[in-house]
């Protein structure tokens, strides 16, 4: 079967791309998406609307990527793969309902979001239910491994979700903190949907620890530069709310670096605004500027390269191809976008 | 090993009581309980403070007691089914959280609600935790049909609460749509805790069926009771606010026998009160005289009798016993309570 064509066209330049790595998972990605859209129907009309709304309204579906990327890497020849893939991008799902709930967030992806447009009561309940249809697919595939796997996963970012709303507003939270949150929040389903894939396969301890190693510095990675491009005065457009991390008082690391750099007066500003006194347009300019002038963004960016490098040397146990190249040109692209 | 104090007081008329299955469950709950003490705690504070807020604020541990009472029953010599009891009370933990949120309320189980002390965002993010939390401790057990009877409860609880919402202030709601919403919403996980007693103590599927037929039934009894009291004006004080439901415009059995049964003008009454125009005290009053007048709640005591009814029935193929009469008295009493 011939891939099918990637949405994503490959840069004219040098640029890393994510166009490998779409191009090696296309085919099991539509039978992904087909499972996808066949486990969120429900007799009850609103569900299927809700999840839809978000669903089909895009996202790159890292998270199932990578285990049809893991897959690949190892030679599976199976397909118990798609069906939890699928089940990844639902939990993946219920978390953001949730987040949008819990941020109050306006836009997601770039349009409305679940809860303006559904309220939040039907946005909770319909995270609840894809949180459930999750779990219904782990169980149908019926691997204990895997459902050790990815309801600590589950547990570990509902708790990173928990510690992130208790930093807020802290200017006092350190990086070590911040990663360690992100680390949960994030990169434990990374990890998680690396992992799955070579458990399905039945690959050894070491080649399952890599694929972990590889999704974990992967989704620090991505988050690093998801926060940095929050402040980026030269990011290209993400679809994320420009911003809003400033006016919820998130402590990100380009925050955190910002204020451990800066001078008293600089400080103040910091307390100010994170303690949610300073929320206007002109105020998130000041931002901004002091984080260019400690460059702030670059040092986050130079973080999220750190960790790229690690998931790419966590590849090294598995033989060179096409896979392994892929996935590699997607920790570079995690690094580089937004530029 | 003694039972342990019970701490509802026999009463001393002959009104049917909770009484005999608490001492039947006292010493397997005092398990259940540790182990929920034990399985709510995290490194993030906020966690087990806002956890321990709703778990330790009492509530009968209804859903846990079910399968501890049903171990009992089958005669269940091992202790696999404290860490499921346990995992079906995170789960009832976790909807009532996401419930309070949905519905914006005040209080539960007669003091402020957690929403109300924690906030929307720690309330929703809890809750998933406590989800999360129970599968972890399904997947500890390893029971591969466990995990797909309370997956598949969760998922259809979910469906519930939603369909719920979607008829909220709807005058049309039928009473077939009211029993289809709390056999969803309520009845589904008294059903799968009932039922996965007689999985742990590898039952025949016959046994296996009369578990989950006794707890759905007793679950629908239970709700109906509970949306007959809060239009019931003699009922005693049950910790749940009075009137909420009609301030919500919620379609419960009461209200929709009511307008079954009233005259044009009660009805455009009930249309403007359940469309959220008549939300007055004296609106409240109201309602409760219309619903005395055509004895609604009396109707819905009955329908709730019926479904007790056959709860008790299911059990006969069982050996009568300490078990089975407790358990028949706790459907007796999931009818009269409130009185």
């Not at 990527?65 to 890497?73: C, K, P, S, V």
């Not at 709930?101 to 894809?130: H, Q, Y």
């Not at 670096?257 to 100010?272: K, M």
């Amino acid at each position: 079967m011939s891939d099918n064509v990637v949405p994503i066209k490959r840069s004219q330049s040098s640029a890393p791309s994510l166009a490998p790595i779409l191009s090696l998972t296309a085919t099991p990605m539509n039978a992904v998406n087909a499972i996808i859209l066949d486990r969120m129907q429900s007799e009850i009309p609103l569900i299927p609307a809700l999840a839809g709304h978000l669903i089909a309204g895009g996202g790159k579906r890292m998270r199932p990527m990578l285990t049809l990327a893991g897959a690949e890497l190892v030679g599976y020849q199976g397909s118990r793969h798609h069906k939890l893939a699928a089940s990844v991008e639902f939990i993946h799902t219920a978390t953001l309902l949730h987040d949008d709930v819990v941020d109050g967030s306006e836009t997601r992806r770039g349009k409305e979001a679940a809860n303006i447009v559904f309220g939040n009561p039907a946005t909770v309940l319909v995270g609840d239910f894809l949180f459930s249809r999750a779990f219904e697919l782990m169980v149908e595939d019926g691997s204990l491994k895997v459902l050790k796997i990815l309801s600590s996963a589950s547990a570990i970012i509902a708790q990173g979700e928990v510690d992130q709303l208790t930093a807020q507003r802290k200017i006092e939270t350190s990086e070590e903190r911040y990663l360690h949150i992100i680390g949960a929040k994030t990169a434990a389903l990374f990890a998680a949907a690396s992992r799955i894939a070579a458990v399905v396969a039945e690959c050894d301890e070491a080649q399952e620890a890599a694929l972990d190693a590889y999704g974990r510095n992967l989704g620090v990675a991505f988050q690093l530069v998801d926060d940095a491009i929050d402040y980026d005065s030269d990011a290209a457009e993400m679809g994320k709310d420009r911003g809003d991390d400033f006016r919820e008082g998130k402590m990100t690391l380009p925050v955190i670096l910002a204020y451990a750099r800066g001078n008293a007066e600089e400080r103040r500003f910091w307390e100010e605004a994170i303690a949610g006194f300073r929320t206007d347009d002109e105020d998130l300019a000041h931002a901004v500027k002091l984080i260019r002038q400690h460059d702030c963004v670059s040092a986050t960016r130079e973080r999220a390269r750190h960790y790229a490098q690690r998931a790419c040397d966590a590849l090294s146990i598995f033989p060179d191809g096409r896979a392994k190249a892929a996935m590699v040109e997607a920790a570079q692209f995690a690094v580089a976008r937004g530029y």
